[in-house]
């Protein structure tokens, strides 16, 4: 075996993420590693390429056993890592990007040999029988030349295995085809071991030598590819119910929603050329949206709340907002909880208490423009309260908490602007079990007070928990919402796949 991984184990704060893994991947084979968001193949293959230095286990690499504490270790012993969101330089050339590391010396002190290097990269690009422009700028190529750029650059550096999470989620499939041609030279030509991440079920049986089943951070499965329909990985991948969220769900208004008036109203909404989205969301009802990274949920939800551009009509409670913006969203009761808290959400040097009333401190805790103190006091310790915000102090800067916390005090920020509609994107991504578990009883309280709410998630368990519809996204195109009671998580799990099938059958 080239590599063998043996009872690999890794924890973090909120607990262990690894419980004794075995992995193992020959020279020249396509190893498939497959699980939901959270199953810990990210974290295995972090593990292997040198990111953790505080892994348990065993690491054997042409049967030596390896030491991978390093990036840099992992790279000496031939693995190499592309990630999906690529690590090239937007204002270098292709040729540049692939001898990034490697620059060829010049003749004199501080100078490049460009010719040198161009050459040279497009030698590397040609023994894998990749063409690409050695002289344009990363920023001008598609998504398709970049994936390419990366992989010329991993295999540049004498990798002998190479990890590709999620390589095919954003490419056209003609793209999808060269790219899976180039792995299958690599493999033959070079006997680069390569380990497969995807979401895309088809694409792993037709692209994979064996295919191992991840969940809860064990391994559930290894087998030969062929050996499974893409109903039978589906299934594996889902496993039992999750009783959590179907108690969540027991506790939703299901079947009432339908006689409840719109609250949100897309009407023919479009993003970037992509298929007009109608849809209305009532009362108390909470619509999923469901799709891989990149097929265009969080971009239509930004649309929603004007922070892109769009064409068409945005209603709440029958009123179009008018010149859309996240302010005058919020202002006319439509507000978004973004992906990224870190980022695009909460302030992390402000205190718990200037993150929670920025929302609703024009509308709710102000009169004429004079803060009512007391009231704002009084607001931000009772949401503390109600949401469990530990520890329970309002002066506690946002970024000393733990991330369960931290989105906790998000959400609270959202619901304090007593919307009458809410976006939520990943509201529970990077959470402990317990903290989500809390989050979604209040998500569904905020739904049995009359908020309509937008649910995004990567959890398919927490999708079909929370969900009263779903709507299915591919490729920036939503399909129409199907009833939550008439998807279970294989259908659903093949639906984002990409795999036809009937909501209605059976």
């Not at 690499?61 to 190499?80: F, K, M, Y």
């Not at 479009?270 to 009802?285: D, F, H, K, Q």
């Not at 469990?388 to 998000?410: C, D, F, M, Y």
């Amino acid at each position: 075996m080239r590599l063998e991984m043996r009872g690999i184990s890794k924890s973090f704060t909120a607990g262990p993420v690894l419980h004794g893994v075995d992995f193992s991947v020959a020279a020249g084979e396509i190893h498939a590693l497959i699980g939901h968001n959270g199953a810990g193949k990210s974290t295995l293959m972090k593990t292997l390429a040198g990111n953790f230095a505080d892994y348990g286990g065993r690491i054997f690499i042409e049967g030596r056993e390896c030491a991978l504490h390093t990036p840099s270790e992992a790279l000496i012993q031939g693995v190499a890592i592309i990630y999906q969101d690529f690590a090239l330089v937007p204002d270098l050339s292709v040729a540049a990007n692939i001898a990034l590391g490697r620059e060829p010396k010049g003749s004199f002190p501080g100078l490049m040999p460009h010719r040198a290097m161009r050459k040279r990269s497009a030698r590397e690009a040609a023994l894998l029988g990749i063409e690409l422009p050695m002289d344009t700028s990363i920023r001008r190529l598609g998504v398709a030349a970049q994936q390419l750029t990366e992989i010329v650059r991993a295999c540049s550096q004498d990798v002998r295995i190479l990890i590709m999470d999620e390589p095919t989620a954003r490419l056209a499939p003609a793209e999808r085809s060269h790219l899976f041609s180039v792995m299958r030279r690599m493999c033959r030509d070079r006997g680069v071991a390569i380990i497969y991440i995807s979401h895309f079920l088809d694409e792993v049986r037709d692209i994979a030598d064996r295919v191992t089943v991840m969940r809860d951070g064990r391994v559930v499965e290894t087998n030969a590819a062929k050996s499974y329909t893409v109903d039978d990985l589906a299934h594996l991948l889902v496993g039992h119910a999750n009783i959590m969220l179907d108690e969540a769900h027991d506790r939703r208004s299901a079947g009432k929603v339908d006689a409840r008036p719109p609250v949100l109203e897309l009407d023919k909404l479009s993003v970037a050329g992509r298929r007009a989205v109608t849809l209305s969301v009532a009362a108390g009802e909470i619509v999923g949206f469901a799709g891989l990274i990149g097929s265009g949920r969080t971009r239509l939800a930004r649309a929603m709340v004007g922070d892109v551009a769009s064409e068409g009509i945005v209603r709440i409670d029958g009123r179009p907002v008018k010149r859309r913006s996240p302010r005058s969203s919020a202002a006319a009761g439509l507000v978004m909880v973004p992906e990224d808290r870190k980022i695009s959400g909460l302030a992390l040097a402000a205190s718990i208490e200037a993150n929670m009333e920025v929302t609703a401190l024009g509308r709710l805790l102000s009169r004429a423009g004079i803060v009512n103190r007391a009231k704002q006091r009084a607001t931000v310790d009772g949401l503390i309260r109600s949401f469990r915000i530990h520890p329970p102090i309002r002066e506690k800067p946002v970024g000393t908490l733990s991330g369960g916390n931290a989105q906790k005090v998000l959400l609270a920020r959202a619901i304090a602007a007593r919307p009458r509609a809410m976006i939520l994107d990943q509201p529970t991504a990077g959470v402990d079990i317990g903290a989500k578990a809390e989050l979604h009883k209040l998500i569904v309280l905020a739904a049995e007070e009359g908020t309509a709410i937008v649910l995004i998630s990567d959890d398919l368990d927490e999708t079909l928990g929370l969900s009263d519809r779903i709507v299915v996204m591919t490729e920036g195109n939503a399909a129409p919402p199907i009833p939550r009671a008439e998807l279970d998580r294989a259908k659903l799990l093949s639906a984002i796949s990409r795999i036809s099938y009937s909501a209605r059958e059976q």
